[in-house]
């Protein structure tokens, strides 16, 4: 069982930064891609950045491409998101995952098998 937190959401301007962190329990982070995924209000969930195990490859969406950064410390079992130059339509709950050990990151939510509870970011304008 893998148990994941985030933390770092909150309130900031557009054009602000922040840096989301996603806390998992267990040995067996180092073995498991993770991904970041956001719900704004009234719209369905959407893949926003993913990373491979070992941090060899990323994915983001295009509407984060090059100012959103994925990465993750295995030795700490945290995985973040830097996220800058923030817009209000960057506005949502920010979810991390984690699929089962060995498999590849993808931007498929189903793919992904532990969930965190998700923390708000508010973009004002």
């Known amino acids: 069982q893998v148990q994941l937190v985030e933390s770092g959401g909150g309130l900031v301007q557009a054009g602000g930064s922040l840096r989301l962190s996603c806390a998992a329990s267990?040995?067996?982070?180092?073995?498991?891609?993770m991904a970041w995924f956001r719900q704004g209000p009234g719209k369905e969930r959407e893949f926003v950045a993913a990373i491979s195990s070992r941090s060899i490859t990323t994915y983001y969406a295009d509407s984060v491409k090059g100012r959103f950064t994925i990465s993750r410390d295995n030795a700490e079992n945290t995985g973040y998101l830097q996220m800058n130059s923030l817009k209000t339509g960057d506005t949502a709950v920010y979810y991390c995952?984690?699929?089962?050990?060995?498999?590849?990151?993808?931007?498929?939510?189903?793919?992904?098998?532990?969930w965190g509870r998700g923390t708000q970011v508010t973009v004002s304008s």
């Open positions: 267990g040995r067996t982070f180092s073995s498991r891609a």
């Open positions: 995952a984690t699929r089962n050990a060995y498999l590849g990151a993808t931007n498929i939510p189903h793919d992904y098998t532990y």
